[in-house]
């Protein structure tokens, strides 16, 4: 069993906020193990909580078609979210929720150690600069404790708000060279500096 699905079995069992009690299915996340692109979204909704699995519904099949126009399996990628369990009525998380779940993402993270992560929307995005709006942040890679991180509008912005949907193919279509230029830099790189790619 690897660590990654031992920590599955650890989420699985995890009580420490009130979702726990309204789930039917804990969403952990799923993907390569040794991803080099991590996706974080906000957290499970209907379909998630049904089967288990992040990003199935339609904004899931938006990403897989995202993943598509990259050249890019949803397999060769891991996709998680902010927290694991569905909140009531797909209603945002509260950031008790979002704090008791933290210990997971973290885990993962530093298990598949990701060349680049993309935040999805706003809440995975102020997990990391809180700071900062989607508005101004998203489609600008960016550096922090040596993992490069990539603002992107959440999927389902774009069936809600259909005006995003060229912006969110956009900011997609710069990640196969933001990869590349990553591979270019040391593993080891701290410093906190903008990508100066686009």
Known sequence: MSALTQLYDEIRACRDCDLAEGRIKVVPGEGSEDAELLFIGEAPGWHEDQQGRPFVGSAGQFLDRLLTSIGLKREEVYIANVIKCRPPHNREPLPSEIQACRKWLDRQIELIGPRVIVTLGRHSLSRYFPAE??????GKPRQL???????MYHPAAALHQGSLRQTIEEDML????????VKELPQDVVEDRQLSLF
């Open 174 to 181: 710069k990640i196969p060279e933001i990869l590349a230029q």
């Open 133 to 138: 709006t989607i508005g101004k942040a998203h």
């Open 145 to 151: 404790d040596g993992v490069v991180y990539y603002p």
